[in-house]
């Protein structure tokens, strides 16, 4: 797996860096967000290192699609299948860890 030897998710899927499992396979790996905004607040992360989402549709779209699978299958778990799957692509979109994730937000009705 291509990883980053600075980047926080890197560490984290490495177990260098603890983190509260959700779910993993051999290319995705899923955790609870450190600090959360919703009841149920998961980041959905690819093995490999990617900058961000334009990044990983262009280079690997069927990972992608993966990980929205995986943020379903999260949201069925955890909630009646209902969820918020947001992306923050650059600092002024709000991504402070420039490895592509998805937040997984369910658990309640969620404000616009």
């Known amino acids: 797996m291509s990883q980053e030897s600075d980047c926080l998710f890197c560490k984290i ?3 260098q860096i ?6 993993e396979d051999d290319t995705t790996y899923a955790f609870k967000d450190i600090n ?4 149920v607040h998961v980041l959905v992360v690819p093995k490999r290192h990617y ?3 334009a990044a990983l549709a262009k280079q690997d779209p069927q990972e992608l699609s993966h990980i929205v699978e995986v943020a379903q299958s999260i ?3 955890e909630f009646h299948g209902e969820y918020r799957l947001v992306f923050n692509t650059g600092r002024d ?3 402070t860890v420039f490895h592509v ?6 658990g309640e009705v969620l404000d616009e």
């Open 75 to 77: 949201a069925d778990k």
């Open 101 to 106: 994730h998805a937040h997984v937000l369910t």
């Open 93 to 95: 979109a709000g991504q």
């Open 36 to 39: 959360p905004k919703a009841k």
């Open 51 to 53: 900058g961000n989402v």
């Open 13 to 15: 899927i490495a177990g």
């Open 18 to 23: 603890p983190s509260t499992k959700v779910y």
